[in-house]
């Protein structure tokens, strides 16, 4: 992999481009969370076009947009503070995000081709956002735009996940993008209205399901992160072809891609983490409340606050990995749908009940996002740059990444693919490559997996 070194001037404060309200804005309990008081991580990279007349600098054109963009997502240029009792809220101060201008001596394709994650030096895409867990009273915005030797460039996002769920940081990336093409105002107007998931119920089923107690018995909970690494593993239509194999024939095209890849990769996991027999192992799923499954508890267009449920399937670790494998695949398929308007408003109840408790992680549990929206990137289209790449990499707050990130890329035959995120310790994902070789038909076939060590 190609190694550079970006540099970098000064961070500077963008303020919004003209005056906006001055005023205190409450957070929703599920943006209140201990959980997401950390900055989120997204990238994207894009190509000049050729023969275009866009901006001559796309470092003055992305602080101008971004500007601009700012007097209609004002409360993200103010600050996070805590009241008594622990609970955000949003001074909307207008004091500004942070903003780095960089140059790095490399091309797009010295990323390669496919551009696929890991990225080679990603940190030196971003900027430095110090603390990622420290979001009171700092810029709640952190972005980088790095210009390439070959007229492309690279723009590096640092988010308070209290702020904006991944959708929504993608939301103001489009806003950017837009204003940076000459777009008088946003095509999504941003919609704020955080009281719409404060309802009033318990979530019983999630309380008792999670163990914070038994850390010690869970590795992912006990090994540090630089005794860790992150693989990135792609699948392509023969990949999918092949799990699908250990489907019967004629449920194999009712699955989903993720329902498959996250049953087979669930219990592949289990196995190399040497969980004991008779251990509770969960399965938790982020999902987007602004998805087509949610006909219930209507999001507006442009909400761009936390959105996301995370219902739970458990089993012993006997009865996950002795079973056959459509057992599981319909148990993802059931968590999925489990989601009703009753159990949303009891989960959000228990988000708030949990606030005054220590933030923790729950043992034994695999967290699944499916992403691949992210990398759609129609909305981010420049006219005069083409998007070609990007979403959520292991990078910033390395805490928040030790579940899976479902994202769409490109294989090496240039077929859309997911590529999935996994991170572990050492020995242990030597023998979750051993497990996904046996599920694939494969051994020792290098284009499934591309390795990168924390």
């Given amino acids: 992999m190609v190694s550079f070194k970006a540099r970098r001037r000064e961070p500077e404060l963008v303020a919004p481009a003209r005056p906006t309200p001055r005023e205190t804005k409450a957070l929703s309990d599920i943006d209140d969370q201990h ?27 992305a602080r101008s947009a971004l500007a601009e963009a700012l ?27 942070a903003f780095v201008e960089a140059d790095a001596d490399v091309r797009l394709e010295d990323f390669g081709e496919p551009l696929l994650p890991p990225y080679p030096c990603v940190e030196e895409l971003l ?49 950017i993008a837009e204003l ?3 777009a008088e105002a946003p095509s999504i107007l941003p919609v704020w209205k955080r009281e719409i998931l404060n309802p009033n119920h318990s979530y019983e089923p999630l309380l008792n ?5 038994s850390e010690s018995d869970d590795v992912m909970l006990s090994i540090p992160l630089d005794e860790m690494v992150v693989d990135y593993f792609v699948f392509g239509p023969r990949e999918m072809k092949a799990l699908e194999s250990h489907v019967p024939g004629y449920l194999a095209h009712s699955v989903t891609s993720f329902e498959l890849l996250t049953a087979v990769m669930w219990r592949c996991r289990t196995i190399a983490l040497g969980y004991k027999s008779g251990q509770l192992v969960r399965l938790m799923i982020t999902m987007n409340a602004r998805g087509r499954w949610n006909r219930h508890t209507l999001i ?60 923790a992680d729950p043992a034994r549990t695999y967290e699944v996002s499916d992403t691949k929206w992210i990398a759609a990137g129609n909305g981010l289209q420049l006219g005069w740059a083409e998007y070609v790449g ?65």
Avoid at 44 to 51: A, D, E, K, P, Y
Wanted: hydrophobic share 35%; aromatic share 8%; with cysteine.
């Fill in 71 to 97: 007097v209609y997502y004002y409360p993200v240029a103010g600050r996070l503070r805590e009241e008594a009792g622990g609970k955000l809220v949003v001074d909307c101060t207008a004091e500004g995000v």
């Fill in 300 to 359: 507006p267009w442009g909400y761009y606050g936390n959105a996301h449920f995370s219902p739970i399937a458990e089993l012993t670790v006997d009865e996950l990995c002795k079973q056959p494998l459509i057992d599981t695949v319909e148990l993802v398929h059931r968590t999925k749908v489990s989601v009703t308007k009753e159990c949303m408003e009891s989960m959000v109840q228990t988000i708030a009940s949990l606030r005054h408790k220590p933030c």
């Fill in 390 to 454: 990007g979403g959520i990499p292991v990078a910033g707050d390395i805490t928040s990444k030790l579940g899976s990130d479902h994202m769409r890329c490109k294989n090496q035959d240039g077929e859309d693919s997911t590529v999935v995120s996994m991170l572990l310790p050492r020995p242990a994902m030597e023998r979750f490559k051993n497990e996904m070789a046996v599920w694939l038909n494969k051994h020792d076939d290098k284009n499934l997996i591309i390795q990168s060590s924390l």
């Fill in 209 to 213: 399901s999670l163990d914070y107690a």
């Fill in 180 to 182: 940076a093409c000459g």
């Fill in 127 to 175: 900027c430095d956002p110090g603390d990622t867990r420290d979001v009171v009273g700092r810029p709640l915005l952190l972005m980088q735009l790095t210009r390439l030797k070959c007229g492309g460039f690279v723009a590096g996002f640092h988010m308070c996940h209290n702020i904006a769920d991944g959708f929504g940081i993608i939301q103001l990336m489009i806003t």
């Fill in 35 to 61: 959980a997401l008081r950390y900055y989120e991580t997204v990238i994207g990279f894009f190509r000049r076009c050729s023969g275009d007349d866009g901006p001559e600098d796309p470092a003055e054109a």
